[in-house]
């Protein structure tokens, strides 16, 4: 069995969870095992509703007092107990922060392979699972060695929500009672991870409007907040705009920042340095504005617009309002 472990807090959905779901059902479909979504914590039951519409086998819910509020040795003990149960194979996760928190300890504590921040499947003999190492420069296929289950973390915008094979009818929706040591719990929870007091995570945007080194200072990203006010977008930018303090680190976008995936991404003076792409290629529609036609950003874009941004920006959002 493949199992796909849902996030989610406070019965919201991460919408990473349906790419994973993507990522299973091509793995699926490679190695003709059923698929189940684990979905613990509070709040579970109002998930699996709406992830019952996926084509799957079953969702299971857990919920339990060890769960609520998160923290990796909770999140360890009850789903070490859940894959016990459910015997898989594979177990599948979005690459999110709270996955990286508690993900290497889980497979640590049942001494079975993980890889991850996975961009592709490549079918075989053997499965391997293909991710990018020196910040994006290479990728590698890697094949897990060992008994399962293995354990398998899919990059952000890796696969689209859109590709979600949905079921003639609701899957079947059952509850699992997991047996957790309250007592083994260490840490004392504090506030869910954010990078600044005012964070914002882009992976969950629909929209977003990134500025570049093509901005020139940091007075003209108003052209750029006035496009994503009238998109109903996020701003966000490439590493030299955060650096030097122009926007917030976490409107970072790239490899040592967010990792996006949009409906709509538009660069507007973005150069495309391979950092700043393996943090956004996964948009569904990428627009780029950009002076110059050489730039690398136009390689991936599907909409390109050579010129002044200062001029073409404006005239974009007096349409948009009209």
């Known amino acids: 069995m493949i199992l796909v472990v849902a996030e989610q807090r406070d019965g919201k959905l991460n919408r990473a969870t349906w790419e994973t779901i993507v990522g299973a059902q091509q793995l699926a479909s490679a190695s003709n095992v059923p698929i ?69 300890k889980l497979a640590a504590r049942l001494d079975r392979a993980i890889i991850t921040d996975v961009t592709a499947i490549k079918p075989g003999s053997e499965t391997a699972f293909v991710r990018p190492m020196f910040q994006g420069k290479l990728t590698a296929d890697v094949v897990p060695l060992g008994p399962g289950p293995h354990f398998v973390t899919f990059q952000i915008g890796a696969f689209r929500v859109d590709q979600v094979a949905k079921g003639a009818s609701p899957a079947a929706v059952r509850a699992l009672d997991v047996n957790v040591d309250a007592s083994a719990i260490r840490q004392t929870p504090e506030a869910p991870f954010q990078q600044a007091k005012q964070a914002v995570d882009l992976s969950q945007a629909e929209r977003i409007v990134s500025v570049g080194r093509g901005i020139k200072e940091q007075t003209n990203i108003e052209v750029a907040k006035k496009l994503a006010e009238a998109l109903g977008a996020e701003i966000a930018a490439s590493r030299p705009i955060c650096d030097a303090g122009w926007l917030p680190m976490e409107r ?26 393996v943090g956004m290629k996964g948009a569904n529609t990428i627009v780029a504005i950009n002076k110059d036609p050489d730039a690398p950003i136009f390689e991936i874009a599907d909409y390109g617009i050579v010129g002044d941004l200062f001029e073409i920006v404006p005239a974009m959002v007096a349409a948009l309002q009209k």
């Open 36 to 104: 189940a979504v684990l979905v613990p914590g509070a709040g579970a039951g109002s998930v699996a509703n709406e992830l019952a519409a996926a084509q799957v086998k079953e969702i299971v819910t857990v919920e339990h007092a060890a769960l609520e509020p998160y923290t990796p040795d909770g999140y360890t003990a009850a789903l070490q107990d859940a894959i016990g149960q459910l015997s898989a194979t594979y177990v599948l996760l979005p690459h999110t922060y709270q996955t990286r928190d508690f993900a290497p």
């Open 252 to 277: 970072q976008v790239g490899s040592s920042g967010q990792t996006v995936a949009p409906k709509l991404y538009v660069a507007l003076g973005i150069s495309g340095a391979i950092q700043h792409l």
